[in-house]
Protein backbone atom coordinates (compact mmCIF):
# COMPACT_ATOMS: atom_id res chain seq x y z
CA UNK A 1 0.00 0.00 0.00
CA UNK A 2 1.25 3.57 -0.80
CA UNK A 3 0.15 7.06 -0.43
CA UNK A 4 1.74 9.97 -2.12
CA UNK A 5 4.54 10.35 0.71
CA UNK A 6 4.38 6.78 3.01
CA UNK A 7 4.77 2.87 1.39
CA UNK A 8 3.81 -0.05 3.24
CA UNK A 9 5.92 -3.48 2.10
CA UNK A 10 6.28 -6.79 3.05
CA UNK A 11 10.01 -7.21 3.46
CA UNK A 12 11.76 -10.00 2.01
CA UNK A 13 12.84 -12.53 4.78
CA UNK A 14 11.01 -10.53 7.59
CA UNK A 15 10.73 -12.35 11.14
CA UNK A 16 7.59 -12.97 11.49
CA UNK A 17 4.17 -14.20 8.91
CA UNK A 18 2.32 -11.09 8.12
CA UNK A 19 4.80 -8.35 9.00
CA UNK A 20 4.80 -5.08 7.34
CA UNK A 21 7.33 -2.11 7.29
CA UNK A 22 5.88 1.54 6.64
CA UNK A 23 8.63 4.24 5.95
CA UNK A 24 8.67 7.00 3.82
CA UNK A 25 9.49 7.49 -0.33
CA UNK A 26 11.67 10.02 0.39
CA UNK A 27 15.08 9.45 2.51
CA UNK A 28 15.00 10.58 5.92
CA UNK A 29 16.54 9.34 8.65
CA UNK A 30 14.87 10.53 12.46
CA UNK A 31 10.91 9.88 12.34
CA UNK A 32 10.30 12.54 14.43
CA UNK A 33 11.04 15.10 11.48
CA UNK A 34 8.17 13.79 9.48
CA UNK A 35 6.18 16.68 8.24
CA UNK A 36 2.56 17.15 9.48
CA UNK A 37 1.41 16.03 5.93
CA UNK A 38 3.66 12.52 5.78
CA UNK A 39 2.77 11.87 9.41
CA UNK A 40 -0.91 11.89 8.98
CA UNK A 41 -0.22 9.67 5.91
CA UNK A 42 1.27 7.45 8.22
CA UNK A 43 -1.03 7.50 10.88
CA UNK A 44 -4.23 6.22 8.28
CA UNK A 45 -1.95 3.50 6.83
CA UNK A 46 -0.82 2.37 9.97
CA UNK A 47 -4.72 2.13 11.12
CA UNK A 48 -5.72 0.92 8.03
CA UNK A 49 -2.79 -2.15 7.97
CA UNK A 50 -4.24 -2.88 12.26
CA UNK A 51 -7.54 -3.13 10.87
CA UNK A 52 -6.87 -5.62 8.02
CA UNK A 53 -4.49 -7.44 10.22
CA UNK A 54 -7.40 -8.21 12.97
CA UNK A 55 -9.62 -8.86 9.79
CA UNK A 56 -7.21 -11.53 8.64
CA UNK A 57 -6.44 -12.78 12.01
CA UNK A 58 -9.36 -11.62 14.81
CA UNK A 59 -7.34 -12.00 18.30
CA UNK A 60 -4.08 -11.32 16.90
CA UNK A 61 -1.43 -9.75 19.08
CA UNK A 62 0.93 -7.28 17.39
CA UNK A 63 3.95 -5.27 17.85
CA UNK A 64 4.65 -1.76 16.68
CA UNK A 65 8.67 -1.09 16.09
CA UNK A 66 9.78 1.99 15.31
CA UNK A 67 13.27 2.24 14.40
CA UNK A 68 14.89 5.86 14.05
CA UNK A 69 17.99 7.60 13.98
CA UNK A 70 19.05 8.94 17.67
CA UNK A 71 19.28 12.56 17.72
CA UNK A 72 23.22 12.69 18.87
CA UNK A 73 24.03 10.36 15.59
CA UNK A 74 23.73 13.60 13.05
CA UNK A 75 26.71 11.85 11.08
CA UNK A 76 24.80 8.64 10.18
CA UNK A 77 21.75 10.60 8.55
CA UNK A 78 22.56 9.30 4.95
CA UNK A 79 22.58 5.90 6.05
CA UNK A 80 19.64 5.44 7.69
CA UNK A 81 16.50 5.42 7.13
CA UNK A 82 13.53 5.34 9.82
CA UNK A 83 11.03 2.52 10.21
CA UNK A 84 7.58 1.30 11.61
CA UNK A 85 7.09 -2.63 11.70
CA UNK A 86 3.67 -4.20 12.27
CA UNK A 87 4.84 -7.52 13.37
CA UNK A 88 2.25 -9.92 13.93
CA UNK A 89 2.51 -12.34 16.57
CA UNK A 90 0.51 -15.32 14.66
CA UNK A 91 3.33 -18.11 15.49
CA UNK A 92 5.38 -18.77 18.56
CA UNK A 93 9.04 -19.55 18.73
CA UNK A 94 9.97 -23.24 19.09
CA UNK A 95 13.12 -24.82 19.60
CA UNK A 96 15.02 -24.11 16.06
CA UNK A 97 14.40 -20.14 16.56
CA UNK A 98 15.43 -20.56 20.12
CA UNK A 99 18.63 -22.37 19.31
CA UNK A 100 19.94 -20.89 16.35
CA UNK A 101 18.39 -17.29 17.04
CA UNK A 102 16.74 -17.76 13.02
CA UNK A 103 13.46 -17.58 12.61
CA UNK A 104 11.10 -19.30 10.29
CA UNK A 105 8.60 -17.53 8.70
CA UNK A 106 6.11 -19.65 6.83
CA UNK A 107 4.25 -16.88 4.59
CA UNK A 108 6.00 -15.88 1.72
CA UNK A 109 6.21 -11.48 1.55
CA UNK A 110 4.45 -11.64 -1.88
CA UNK A 111 1.56 -13.71 0.07
CA UNK A 112 1.38 -11.22 2.49
CA UNK A 113 0.98 -8.58 0.68
CA UNK A 114 -1.57 -9.96 -1.42
CA UNK A 115 -3.64 -10.81 1.36
CA UNK A 116 -3.15 -6.99 2.81
CA UNK A 117 -4.11 -5.43 -0.28
CA UNK A 118 -7.04 -7.84 -0.72
CA UNK A 119 -8.18 -7.32 2.67
CA UNK A 120 -7.86 -3.42 2.18
CA UNK A 121 -9.72 -3.24 -1.03
CA UNK A 122 -12.55 -5.21 0.74
CA UNK A 123 -12.26 -2.66 3.49
CA UNK A 124 -12.62 0.23 0.98
CA UNK A 125 -9.80 1.77 1.95
CA UNK A 126 -7.24 3.64 -0.16
CA UNK A 127 -4.06 1.95 -0.95
Not at 100 to 118: C, F, W
Amino acid sequence: CETEEVIAYSPHASAFPFQVRLTSKTHLAQFEKLSDATLHECAILTRNLIIALQEMHPTVSYNLIFSTLPKKQHSHHKAFHWSIDLCPRITSFAGYEIATGSMINTVLPEDAARTYRSCIKRKGFES
